[in-house]
């Protein structure tokens, strides 16, 4: 019993000692720890997963919410986010993690996790919490735009494309 608690009393020591001695690195452009690559991703979803489920999109797919989606998606997404060629985003291959490049990644979230991670943001990603900027139909919009940016009406995916 003593030697577990010797051993738990050096592991937190090291903790603490590593962490506040800046051993641990933070740079988005180093390279990252197999411990951080494993574990970060599955954080990260099940936060998503567990914040952003329950509520239904109340705002209804047709093509005007799509369209406005696309003019905001065009002001305020795509310089991280890639352009809607799909043309990915140099500025967004520079955080670490790198901002998913759409409209790849979005499968798996649905509307209401979507909305989460839009109007929330990511801590420590770069990803803004755009809540205090764009309203909430907003949001939603830019949330449907993404769960259905493969299956777009002619007319909106026109807009999507035009420079």
Known sequence: ??????????????????????????????????LEARIMPAVLHASIVRHGSGETNPVSLNEDNLK????????MCARCHSTPEGKASIYGQSFYP??????????QY????LFWVIKHGIRNTGMPAWGSILSDEEVWQIASLLKNSQDLPPSVEAQWNER
Do not use: E, F, W
């Not at 800046?22 to 390279?31: H, N, Y």
């Not at 790198?98 to 499968?107: D, F, R, S, T």
């Open 98 to 107: 790198p901002a998913p490049q759409l409209p790849k990644g979005m499968a």
């Open 1 to 34: 019993m003593l030697g577990a608690v010797l051993i738990l009393a050096i592991l937190l020591l090291a903790a603490l000692a590593i962490t506040r001695l800046g051993l641990m690195p933070v740079s988005a452009d180093g390279p990252h720890s197999n």
């Open 110 to 113: 649905t509307d209401s996790q």
């Open 68 to 75: 406005a989606a696309v003019d905001t998606y065009k002001a």
